[in-house]
């Protein structure tokens, strides 16, 4: 694994050995209060399979100015949208010191990872697929549901305003492939948000190749299971390019 950084990027990167590299990126985003480096194990088993893998320090996170106590109510309630947002916002940026083709360019995410992969999928031209892993493609109802299980105010008219211009339900994508997996107990992330995305995506997208996995009894994990559909989705992603 090589760590790189650019300008104000720094990602990580791993290669697959030259004879099994396929050509596709796959570009994946970890959770809130995690690191880059704590994905180093799933981007060696996706790099195993012959991708290459770009694990992005997220703002707020590692070195990119890290936040204290970023599992603390009020922190989270502060930075946890403004990070997605200027996640979204800079991966032109970011996107530019990869070299890469977008067709080629996959987004993963797990659960911030899963908004941030999300939202930039929603508003970019030709990225080649999205998988988003316990996290959101419909951010107003998120923040809704959000207010409503913490007992805080409703959205404001201008709050949700501002937060529908990065809301991926605000948009119809384009017809790449779309993979999308949810625990069905999950507390932190209600299932409901990404069944809202799910039914958004196949009334406007209805001739893209659209799964949504859901699987019971687990609650906000990242499991083996997920794991192997995540890898078995990539292959066979890329057998049908």
């Not at 791993?14 to 480096?37: K, S, V």
């Not at 399979?49 to 992005?56: A, F, K, M, S």
């Not at 990869?98 to 899963?114: H, P």
């Not at 997920?226 to 066979?236: A, G, H, Q, R, S």
Request: charged fraction near 25%; glycine fraction near 6%; include cysteine.
């Amino acid at each position: 694994m090589e760590k790189i950084k650019c300008n104000q990027f720094t990602y990580n990167l791993l290669r697959p050995e030259n004879a099994m590299q396929n050509g596709f990126a796959i570009i994946l985003y970890h959770g809130w209060g995690t690191t880059a480096d704590s994905y180093t194990e799933l981007g060696e088993r996706i790099a195993g399979r012959g991708y290459t893998v770009i694990i992005p320090e997220i703002l707020y996170h590692d070195s990119r100015n890290p936040l204290p106590n970023c599992f603390n109510q009020e922190i989270i309630q502060a930075f946890f949208w403004k990070t997605i947002r200027e996640s979204i916002k800079e991966f032109d940026d970011f996107f530019q010191i990869l070299q890469i083709s977008k067709e080629q360019a996959i987004l993963v995410g797990s659960s911030m990872g899963g908004f941030i992969a999300n939202g930039i999928f929603a508003f970019q031209e030709n990225i080649g697929g999205l998988v988003n892993i316990n996290g959101s493609g419909s951010f107003a109802l998120t923040e809704k549901l959000f207010r409503k299980r913490d007992g805080r105010p409703d959205l404001t008219t201008e709050e949700e305003t501002v937060l529908k211009r990065i809301d991926p339900i605000q948009k119809e994508n384009a017809l790449a492939p779309v993979l999308l997996m949810h625990g069905d107990k999950d507390t932190t992330i209600p299932i409901e948000i990404q069944q809202n995305y799910f039914q958004h995506l196949m009334r406007t997208n209805c001739k893209a190749e659209i799964r949504f996995l859901i699987f019971p009894d687990v609650n906000h994990q990242f499991t083996e299971e997920m794991v192997e559909e995540l890898l078995d989705w990539l292959k066979e992603v890329q057998t049908k390019r």
